[in-house]
């Protein structure tokens, strides 16, 4: 069990940038799989990103690809979003998860698989 804390959020105009960190209480963070999900108001939580335990997997949702990208820093224990080209409907609280994990693929999308949660943080994109 890892306690997971998510920093990084604000307002921002839209075509500006974000960056969003994840951070864990534990070492042993190194053996999850993490994935981001954010949910709108009245919307179900949705996927947005997902980076394996050794990092050398990512995955994507299609609304995000090319404009997000996911990372992880082993030595502070911590997983980051990078949010560029932010759009009005990227708004939404934005939660990280992780999921305790031997393997590096398949990529882990499914927010019922992960384990651990954050309490999430609130991005707003204004036009």
């Known amino acids: 069990q890892v306690s997971l804390v998510e920093s990084g959020g604000g307002l921002v105009q839209a075509g500006g940038s974000l960056r969003l960190s994840c951070a864990a209480s534990?070492?042993?963070?190194?053996?999850?799989?993490v994935g981001w999900f954010r949910q709108a108001p009245g919307q179900e939580r949705e996927f947005v990103a997902t980076?394996?335990?050794?990092?050398?997997?990512?995955e994507y949702a299609d609304s995000v690809r090319g404009r997000f990208t996911v990372s992880r820093d082993k030595d502070k224990n911590t997983v980051y979003l990078q949010m560029n080209s932010l759009k009005p409907e990227d708004t939404a609280v934005y939660y990280c998860?992780?999921?305790?994990?031997?393997?590096?693929?398949?990529?882990?999308?499914?927010?019922?698989?992960?384990?651990?949660w954050g309490q999430g943080t609130q991005v707003t994109v204004s036009s």
């Open positions: 998860a992780s999921k305790r994990t031997i393997l590096t693929y398949p990529p882990i999308i499914q927010p019922g698989s992960y384990d651990n």
């Open positions: 980076i394996s335990r050794s990092g050398g997997t990512t």
């Open positions: 534990r070492r042993a963070f190194s053996e999850h799989a």
